[in-house]
């Protein structure tokens, strides 16, 4: 199923030049846009003093990586074949997820819902281009997810111990 999706997609390539070149930037530049607006967001939190969110957003990228990487040495899938140079990193789409996610959860909604369409957009350039399966693109999104998500739940469970408690944050 993956490898006929594959196909799918990436055999529109060429009938639109326009598209093509749209899909070239975004498989390849639009990551280090991403990267640049939550480097913005951060620079903007750290000058708020917003410590907790962007521990939770460190954290839940390093976990994000990590994640990806392990599962990455974990895969035994082949992801040559004839014509089309795939390349077996998740981490630019990963990256992008992880992000926007990342993002959307600790820092700021409008800005995360903007950069995580910005990584679905990766996510089907990096596809249409023949760079990665759609498989890569979709565990990607659900490692980077999943990672964004515990860790917010997890800090909202510490919010409420310490709201219950009365402990300040540094006591947990």
Do not use: K
């Not at 480097?39 to 907790?52: N, S, W």
């Not at 004839?82 to 700021?108: E, K, M």
């Not at 999104?141 to 998500?149: H, N, V």
């Amino acid at each position: 199923m993956n490898y006929q999706l594959f196909h799918a997609i990436n055999g529109l390539t060429g009938r639109w030049p326009r598209i093509d070149w749209v899909m070239r930037f975004a498989a390849v530049q639009l990551v280090f846009v991403v990267v640049a607006v939550a480097g913005v967001l951060v620079i903007h939190a750290v000058l708020r003093r917003q410590i907790r969110r962007l521990t939770c957003l460190g954290i839940s990228l390093l976990l994000a990586f990590g994640l990806s990487q392990g599962l990455e040495r974990l895969s035994h899938q082949v992801r040559h074949f004839p014509g089309h140079p795939v390349h077996p990193l998740v981490a630019p789409a990963t990256a992008a997820f992880a992000v926007a996610f990342g993002i959307l959860l600790f820092l700021d909604r409008r800005a995360g819902l903007a950069l995580t369409a910005a990584a679905v957009l990766i996510g089907v350039a990096r596809v249409w281009t023949g760079r990665q399966y759609p498989g890569d693109i979709l565990s990607g999104a659900a490692i980077a997810g999943l990672s964004a998500f515990s860790v917010y739940v997890t800090d909202l469970g510490a919010r409420d111990v310490q709201r219950r408690t009365g402990l300040a944050p540094g006591h947990l």
